[in-house]
């Protein structure tokens, strides 16, 4: 043989030595996973199911899947398909391989082998997709909600080939035939899958507007009493502010009529309570806390309303402006 193809013949058979040497790569792995399903207030996982995605847990190389079948299953072996948070609420999810799907039981083995494995290898990085959604539950109390799915799987996967397979990839304890599927499937590759969700504190406010009417003068005008209803998450202690208006001067609240160098203003102040002097304002001690509502203070259940009721007055010692129609905004916020 002219040395030339010696040489060849030579790098041949070290080349397939490589390929069938046991230091060859696994064709897949299993690694722990999280699904992050976001944060939403508590008003909104009351009323919308919340969704998200995130690897199964399980990623092979699918550059020789063309090479020959393959062999994938799942099982789940323990979940309370529920997310945990606060106080021990809970809520309930479902778990599923395909977008809106239905949910994987418990303790039944999931045959994935008719799917093309490009295909069941869809998510990022080559991995198995598994889709989440919560089930709608009010009352919930703010905080981090989490769950898991604990999930085994069963693989026999081509690791080495050329043209055709020469090695397959196993979980643990998988014999498979040179044909067909396997006949002893073993301990298969166990993998926990945290979700979490992030329930945030939110408020509904009614606020009715204030309307003086109307008066030739200043000191014509009556105070006003008006009532604020604020319904806040479960559990959350809060206060109320309100800011200066739109239209404020220093410590002043004012209602405007015009715009410009045309504009006139109208003094006016808001109070605590329908019978108190103390200004109601948005920083430090003149907030209200939500315990010194004049309804149903202290009671946090995100049904039952608090109602601040105040009262509103302009101000007396200013000289009458122009005619128009005065008007202001003020914001109501909560802090908790």
């Known amino acids: 043989m002219p040395p030339l193809t010696r040489r060849l013949a030579i790098a041949l058979a070290l080349a397939a030595a490589a390929l069938l040497g046991p230091g060859r790569a696994a064709a897949c792995t299993v690694s722990a996973a999280s ?32 090479l020959a079948t393959h062999y994938i299953a799942l099982r789940v072996d323990a979940s309370t398909f529920q997310l945990t948070g606060p106080g021990g609420q809970t809520i309930p999810f479902v778990a599923s391989l395909t977008q809106n799907g239905p ?20 998510g990022a990085g080559n991995t198995v997709p598994i889709y989440f959604r919560t089930t709608a539950t009010p009352a919930l109390r703010a905080g981090t909600y989490t ?7 069963y693989y026999s996967v081509c690791s080495v080939g050329v043209v055709a397979c020469l090695s397959y990839s196993n979980s643990p304890g998988l014999t498979r035939p040179l044909a067909g599927t396997p006949t002893v499937l073993g301990t298969g590759a166990p993998v926990r899958i945290t979700v979490s969700l992030v329930v945030q504190n939110d408020c509904m406010i009614t606020a009715p507007a204030a309307t003086f009417g109307s008066a030739p003068l200043v000191g014509s005008f009556n105070p006003i009493t008006r009532t604020i209803l604020i319904r806040c998450s479960a559990g959350a202690a809060y206060s109320v502010g309100l800011d200066d208006g739109a239209n404020a001067d220093g410590s002043f609240r004012r209602m405007r009529a015009g715009t410009g160098a045309a504009a006139s203003y109208l003094r006016y102040e808001i109070y605590k309570t329908a019978g108190s002097t103390e200004r109601w304002g948005a920083t430090g001690s003149a907030r209200r806390s939500s315990a010194s509502a004049e309804s149903n203070p202290g009671i946090y259940d995100s049904v039952t309303s608090q109602g601040y009721t105040y009262r509103a007055a302009i101000l007396p010692g200013q000289v009458t402006p122009p005619a128009g129609d005065y008007a202001d905004t003020v914001r109501v916020d909560v802090a908790f």
Not at 42 to 64: E, I, K, N, R
């Open 35 to 66: 699904t992050n399903l976001g944060s939403a207030s508590s008003y909104t996982v009351a009323s919308t199911s919340q969704a998200g995605s995130g690897s199964a847990g399980l990623q092979c190389d699918v550059t020789l899947a063309l």
């Open 103 to 122: 949910q994987l039981p418990l303790n039944t083995l999931q045959n994935l082998s008719s799917t093309p494995l490009l295909t069941l290898l869809g």
């Open 147 to 153: 769950g898991f799915l604990d999930l085994r799987w």
